[in-house]
Structure formats: C-alpha cells, structure tokens
C-alpha cells in the first residue's frame, strides 16, 4: 500500500526550456506531498511542501517562480521546472506525505539541462 | 531550524564486518525513521522508531532511538554486498505547524565481497 509514481524518470531537456515532473499516489490519497531535491551523493533537501487545492509552501531559499508547484487534485501534484539552466541539474524526488506505511517516496526523476 | 548530524558520511568495509551508523541532534523529535537508497531511485523506508530508548531489529540490522529523541544509530552485523547503499536517517519533526521529515546527510556504505 501508499504507492507513490513519479514520472517521468529521466528528462533532458534545453536550457532555456520548462520540465514538468508528476507525482501521484496510486492507492491513497495526499492532501499533502513533499517535493525535494538531491545532489550527487547527498542527502535530500525538502524543496517545498505541496498542498492540494492551496498554494504550496516553500523552504528558504527555492525560488517559488522557478520551480512552480500544482496540486490539483488529491492524487497528483507536478513540479515544472521554468526556464531550467544547468544549475538545475539534479535528481527530484517527490513523497507522498505520511500513511500508515510510513513515508513513501517516488522513485525519483533525473534532470539533465543542456 | 532542526538538524540531523549523520556519521560517517562514507564508509567501505569488508563482507563479515560490523558496523555503526549515527545520527544525532540537538532537537527531539517524535519518530526516527531510516531509509535506504539505491542509485537512481528514491529511499525505501526501513524502520521507524518512536519511544526513547527503542530499539528494533531487521534480520542483521538494529536501530536504537535515543531516550532523549534526540539521536538513533544503525548496527549491522556480518554486512553483506547486498547491504551496500546510502543509507539516511530522517526526522519527523514540526516546523511552523507542519510535520515534516528531515534528513541527515547520509552514509554511503560500499561493502566489499
């Protein structure tokens, strides 16, 4: 149970050029979903907290215009990506908040800006 | 702002060898979990611990959550290069009225047959 899928896997994209990233819960539904982001062989770093139906909050320091959070529906939330430069680079990880199975994570997207 | 100090960052072993993984903070939190990750994917949740002093076992794999709530370690026994991974403890803790998770900055255990 409380599956998350994240899609798509990997992107490779221009700079210069929006990437959309879906998260959705397969088998439960997420009023709240958590999006982060991971540099090579580190931790995760919680980018902002997406709630369905309201604006999402965001941590100190992500720039709300340029990663743009939506969560319109109570089992998807996406996460685009405007303008990506190659500073954008990264692995974006989703989750879809706490169950009872604990914290579930997507498995993951891979940015890749040209 | 909670943080979570994870030790050590990197740590290459050989298969049969025991090991110990940290994590500690200054802040309490209500539950611990440990989570491992595979490359290219996300973490996999392995346990969650919730009463001070708690200590569960995963076949060779042991978590303790401190009586404080504040740190939890990881032991396990006769790794394996199956186990061989980034493993990452995580916090759940409430910052401005929101529970969120918080995550230490990892072990990356290369476990040598």
């Known amino acids: 149970g409380a599956v998350v899928s994240q899609h798509p896997s990997r992107v490779i994209c221009k700079s210069g050029t929006s990437v959309k990233i879906e998260c959705r819960s397969l088998?439960?539904?997420?009023?709240?979903m958590f999006w982060y982001r991971q540099f090579p062989k580190k931790s995760l770093m919680l980018m902002a907290t997406?709630?369905?139906?309201?604006?999402?909050?965001?941590e100190q320091g992500v720039e709300k215009d340029k990663f743009l959070i939506n969560h319109a529906s109570l089992t998807l939330s996406t996460l685009t990506v405007t303008s990506a430069h190659p500073e954008d680079s990264s692995f974006y990880i989703c989750?879809?908040?706490?169950?009872?199975?604990?914290?579930?994570f997507g498995s993951g997207t891979r940015l890749t800006v040209v | 702002t909670q943080l979570l100090e994870q030790s050590p960052q990197f740590l290459s072993i050989q298969e049969g060898e025991n090991l110990t993984v940290y994590c500690n903070s200054s802040?309490?939190?209500?539950?611990l979990q440990w989570y491992r990750q595979e490359p290219g994917e996300g973490p996999v949740l392995l346990v969650t611990?919730?009463?001070?002093?708690e200590v569960k076992k995963l076949k060779r794999l042991t978590f303790q959550f401190g009586d404080a709530r504040k740190d939890s370690s990881l032991h396990i026994t006769a790794a394996q290069p199956g186990d061989t991974g980034l493993y990452l403890c995580?916090?759940?803790?409430?910052?401005?009225?929101?529970?969120?998770?918080?995550f230490g900055k990892g072990t990356k255990l290369t476990v040598n047959p």
């Open positions: 989750s879809g908040g706490r169950t009872f199975y604990g914290y579930t």
């Open positions: 088998d439960f539904q997420a009023t709240t």
């Open positions: 997406s709630n369905e139906g309201s604006k999402a909050t965001y």
């Open positions: 802040s309490v939190f209500s539950s």
């Open positions: 611990v919730v009463t001070g002093g």
């Open positions: 995580a916090g759940v803790g409430t910052q401005g009225g929101s529970e969120k998770l918080v």
